[in-house]
């Protein structure tokens, strides 16, 4: 069965800086061409917040965190990370990992999804 496992989540003060990893595995986790992050906070919606295509040649990001964060892959570890620089505590939320073969659903409805990691920015 294919699996995405996020790590890297934690507690850290507003201003610093944070690397989130997820990793795939199962029979199809090289299938996916895509991967991304989402996250959802208490009380919101689950939002889009970045996604990355197989060579790492197409970037995608939400307007609330381009700038700061940085989505990187290393397909030999079937590995996606999300660099999380000068955090707010408006970033507060449960991380997700995700992929999905099809750019056309990579930022709404991917097709795997991980457990979710939580990172908590105090002030």
């Known amino acids: 069965q294919v699996q995405l496992v996020e790590s890297g989540g934690g507690t850290v003060q507003a201003g610093t800086s944070l690397r989130l990893s997820c990793a795939a595995s199962?029979?199809?986790?090289?299938?996916?061409?895509?991967m991304g992050w989402f996250r959802q906070a208490p009380g919101k919606e689950r939002e889009f917040v970045a996604a990355i295509s197989y060579m790492g040649a197409g970037t995608y990001y939400a307007d609330f965190v381009k700038g700061r964060f940085a989505i990187s892959r290393d397909n030999a570890k079937d590995t996606v990370y999300l660099q999380m620089n000068r955090l707010e505590p408006e970033d507060t939320a449960i991380y997700f990992c995700?992929?999905?073969?099809?750019?056309?659903?990579?930022?709404?409805?991917?097709?795997?999804w991980g457990q979710g990691t939580q990172i908590t920015v105090s002030s």
């Open positions: 995700a992929g999905d073969s099809l750019r056309s659903r990579i930022r709404g409805s991917p097709r795997y």
């Open positions: 199962g029979q199809t986790s090289r299938s996916f061409y895509y």
